[in-house]
């Protein structure tokens, strides 16, 4: 049976290529996608939400959740991800009206499942997350399993030197979720910085046979148009979806960690702590991108 999940997610280019990879996988059933304000507004993500949906042909509901970060300013990344967020790739106006309340959609959605069956995978800002555990607590402790893409561990950050986006654009969010004792992986940049595209990837998936793979492709071109990293782009979010279909792909380890919530240059940024965290920390990454290949691909 598969497992039924949200994704809870800022689209985001490689929120996109995530989606998609999900929306394929056997081994998952997405049941909805909840959106949050990150890589760029809560309108935009939400509007590509609805956008990804229509082009993978999928009609599940898209709900909007924060338009912001619990405690402070937000900010987008709209340097990486293009103005509309998807770098401009053409996708197909949303099929159905987006929901508001994401977190009481998420909070309803567990508890008309059985305790301990519904994952949530977060691709964005933990923002969403932090809320339900704030006002639906009961409903999070009915959660399977938390996969969550934030933070840099031994790496070093891509907005500071120790700061990664996800969690440096809440990090009270971030703090809150890894207090909580979820049954949380965090996937930080020290596995998605192993998982790369090249050209030839994106040549091939541009080639492809589905939709999905079409716009992943140009999705993933687009990123290297506005990125550097020589002949190759990291995969973040994918890894997420990717660690749950194959977690043999994965070298997980128990860390104690702890967020910056100061208001320094590196505010979100992980240090040592007394919170026991679950994190992936090595990746067979060829064997990941090719999975992925697969899934984009419909195989
Ligand atoms: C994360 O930040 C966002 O820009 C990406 O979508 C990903 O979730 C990587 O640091
Ligand atoms: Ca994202």
């Given amino acids: ?44 993500t939400t509007a590509n939400a609805g956008r990804i949906l229509s082009l993978a042909g999928v009609d599940v509901p898209v709900i909007r959740g924060a338009a912001g970060p619990l405690a402070r300013a937000g900010f987008a990344a709209t340097d990486v991800h293009g103005n509309d967020g998807l770098g401009g790739v053409a996708m197909p106006d949303p099929v159905a009206a987006p929901r508001d309340g994401a977190v009481d959609w998420m909070a309803d959605t567990l508890t008309s499942h059985p305790e301990g069956a519904v994952d949530l995978f977060t691709l964005g800002p933990l923002t969403n997350l932090a809320g339900l555990l704030e006002r639906r607590p009961e409903a999070a402790r009915r959660l399977r399993r938390v996969i969550a893409m934030g933070g840099a561990v031994d790496e070093r950050g891509n907005v500071s030197p120790r700061a990664e986006f996800n969690f440096a654009a809440d990090p009270e969010a971030a703090e809150r979720v890894l207090a909580a004792g979820l049954p949380l992986t965090l996937i930080p940049l020290d596995v998605t910085r192993r998982v790369r595209a090249r050209p030839a990837d994106t040549a091939a998936l541009r080639a492809g046979p589905r939709p999905e793979a079409r716009a992943a492709g140009a999705l993933i071109d687009a990123y290297f148009l506005t990125t550097r990293g020589g002949d190759s782009r990291p995969l973040h979010d994918p890894c997420v979806v990717l660690l749950a279909e194959a977690p043999q792909l994965f070298r997980c380890e128990t860390r104690l960690l702890d967020v910056d919530t100061s208001d320094g240059p590196d505010a979100g940024a992980l240090g040592p702590g007394p919170h026991q965290v679950t994190v992936a920390m090595g990746v067979d990454g060829a064997a990941a991108l090719d999975l992925l290949m697969r899934r984009l691909m419909g195989q």
């Fill in 1 to 44: 049976m598969p497992t039924p999940v949200i994704i809870d997610t800022d689209p985001g280019i490689d929120d996109a290529v995530a989606i998609f990879c999900a929306l394929a996988a056997p081994s998952l059933r997405v049941l909805g996608l909840t959106t949050v304000a990150g890589n760029i507004g809560l309108e935009t």
